[in-house]
């Protein structure tokens, strides 16, 4: 039962950390919430963290809204009011970061060269690769794709592909997709008119392999699920062109 605990602990202490909170922020966090509301001595001696670092530590914390203080009996103690704070903390983030990423561009734009090529690796390139199918391109524009995998969700991450979907059909961005029969197609196949997709299905046989193209404004990008997510984005109208051409006329055939 102990080992359990200190695995939850140590998931809960990493999660802290991905949120932004620093090693000690995080110590401290879980001490208190670990002890209900405790002194500055309680959480040095539960932490290990020296008092003078912990008083340093916790007026941040508190401006954050992350830890909450009381006066009883003339001593000060500190607590957690509502973990879900840390979702807010974390949104708030994220705003300040949406009304700024124009700011970004701008100075990414004085750039005098854009890479043309992009490569991608792991699951987070994966990501990366698949939500820059949805930053560059409008509402009304349309993916074409086709994918060759049989067992789509053995190697895709389903609850990524759903994440995708959804915010796809957000954005009103359809997608035309040419698919070997599996359950996926079946399913997109089934909820097609709701999330924007036009479909065909071929034998698989006629389409046996292991990668997938997405065909996106004035790029294409190549993805190899089975060699560690490799992916590259190619930035070249000539090139986009031709491929569009060459899926027109996989589509018109089957």
Known sequence: MLFIIVD???NL???L??????EKDADIYLAILELGEASVIEIAKKTKIKRTTIYNLLPTMIENGLVKSSIKKKRRFFFIDNPSNLKLNLEEK????????????AIQN????????TFYEGEGGMKELYQDTLDSLNSGDTILSYT?????????????????IQQRVKKKIRIRIITPLSSAADEWKK???????EIKIVNNSDFNFNADTEIYGNKIALISYKENFMGVIIESKEINQMQRMAF?????AI
């Open 13 to 15: 202490h990493l999660i």
């Open 191 to 197: 909820n097609s008119e709701k999330e924007l997709r």
């Open 8 to 10: 939850i602990m140590d």
């Open 17 to 22: 950390i991905k949120l932004g909170l620093s």
């Open 248 to 252: 027109e006329i996989m589509w018109k």
């Open 94 to 105: 994220l705003d300040s970061f949406n009304k700024t990423i124009n700011e970004f561009k």
């Open 148 to 164: 060759g995998l049989i067992d789509f969700y053995k190697v895709f991450p389903k609850d990524f592909a759903q994440y995708y």
């Open 110 to 117: 004085v750039l005098p060269y854009k890479p043309k090529i």
